[in-house]
């Protein structure tokens, strides 16, 4: 396990921004975390599932790039543990493009997926399209709204400027992925987003990745609002177009 020092890079880029890589390749963890060294995080790195989710709690990532297959616990259960305290952004790693849709289905938590090999030039753009729209307090560009106001739909309060959702004045804690879906539906309550449009505004323009990962995030949010398809409280299935905003009755 290597933790990076960013004081022993001093004349680099500022390292406001930190990463675990979780693989039990060493070269390609090593490769991976070069890159993101290079891109301005501080970079954690361990090959084994039990000291990720320790090592996590104690670095609280904003990045964790992920493999399924780990010593100790598998990159499901990882992902799984993780997502009870962290929001960090995950980008699985799997070594058979046929567990892709499997891992989907699993609803794991993930936000994205890619199949080895892969370029890390590739994984790099990804990072960088999504990364810079971090949690309240870190800074970065973001191409979803962030005005500040506050959006009202019945019992659900979102503060898009703080990141924070809140039902019945109780919080509920969303990951950064589920949070930016519900901003960009949100950000026109009227009108129906496509499975195409949600994924250029909250994963990138041009993701090649399967378009049913949108609805796997709606189905997290809706669990968390109490919500269900069939009522569309607060996320209502347009069928064969995508999803709207629901009027929280």
């Known amino acids: 396990m290597n933790y990076t020092d960013a004081a022993d890079r001093a004349a680099g880029p500022a390292r406001d921004l930190r990463a675990m890589v979780v693989d039990d390749e060493p070269d390609l963890a090593r490769l991976v975390a070069s890159y993101l060294e ?7 790195v361990t090959g084994d599932g039990v000291q990720a989710v ?36 995950v980008v699985m790693l799997t070594a058979r493009a046929d567990e892709v849709d499997t891992l989907i289905g699993l609803s794991v938590g993930a936000d994205d997926y890619l199949t080895k090999p892969f370029s890390p030039r590739e994984l790099s753009a990804r990072v960088q399209a999504r990364i810079r729209r971090p949690r309240a307090g870190l800074g970065g560009p973001r191409t979803v709204r962030t005005d ?40 026109d309550p009227g009108v129906v987003v496509t499975r195409s449009a949600l994924i250029d505004a909250v994963w990138r323009t ?18 968390k609002l109490g919500d ?6 607060y996320v209502t299935t347009v069928r064969g177009v995508g999803y709207r905003m629901g009027a929280g009755r």
């Open 38 to 44: 290079r891109d301005g995080f501080e970079v954690a």
């Open 54 to 89: 320790d090592l996590a709690r104690s670095v609280d990532p904003d990045l964790m790039v992920l493999d399924l297959g780990l010593p100790g616990l598998d990159g499901v259960e990882v992902c799984r543990r993780l997502r009870e305290f962290s929001d960090a952004y």
């Open 148 to 187: 500040r106001e506050t959006r009202v739909f019945g019992d659900l309060t979102i503060d898009v400027a703080a990141r924070v959702v809140t039902l019945a004045g109780s919080p509920i804690h969303l990951t950064r992925t589920e949070f930016d879906v519900l901003a960009v539906l949100s950000a």
């Open 206 to 223: 041009g993701w090649d990745g399967a378009d049913h990962l949108v609805d796997v995030h709606i189905g997290h949010l809706r669990r």
């Open 228 to 233: 269900d398809a069939a009522r569309g409280q």
